[in-house]
């Protein structure tokens, strides 16, 4: 069994900075390709950005380009979403998923074995 779960969301003021942390618990020496989703109240799950299992290509959504940077470190089977000028409409649940099997388009959901449980991240005026 897989568990994967976040950490690090909060409440932050527009224009600040979050990093969220994700650890995915799956057999040793397992390298999942990584991905962060979220979700607004009222609206669908959207990609955010992904990373490949060794880290050699990322992906990020147009709304997110230049302002957040995921990472990992897979001596500690983590990866981070570091999140820099913070707006409110980035408020959302954040999820975490791993993807073992899936195929390699990582800007969907489907794409994806297991995932957290979510981290709340509140951006305020």
């Known amino acids: 069994q897989v568990h994967v779960v976040e950490s690090g969301g909060g409440l932050v003021q527009a224009g600040n900075s979050l990093r969220l942390s994700c650890t995915a618990s799956g057999p040793p020496g397992s390298r999942p390709a990584m991905g962060w989703f979220r979700q607004a109240p009222g609206k669908e799950r959207d990609f955010v950005a992904a990373i490949t299992w060794n880290g050699d290509a990322t992906y990020y959504a147009d709304s997110v380009k230049g302002r957040f940077t995921i990472s990992r470190e897979n001596d500690k089977n983590t990866v981070y979403l570091l999140m820099n000028s913070l707006k409110r409409e980035d408020t959302a649940v954040y999820y975490c998923?791993?993807?073992?099997?899936?195929?390699?388009?990582?800007?969907?959901?489907?794409?994806?074995?297991?995932w957290g449980q979510g981290t709340q991240v509140t951006v305020s005026s």
């Open positions: 998923a791993a993807a073992y099997f899936g195929p390699p388009n990582l800007v969907v959901p489907q794409s994806y074995d297991y």
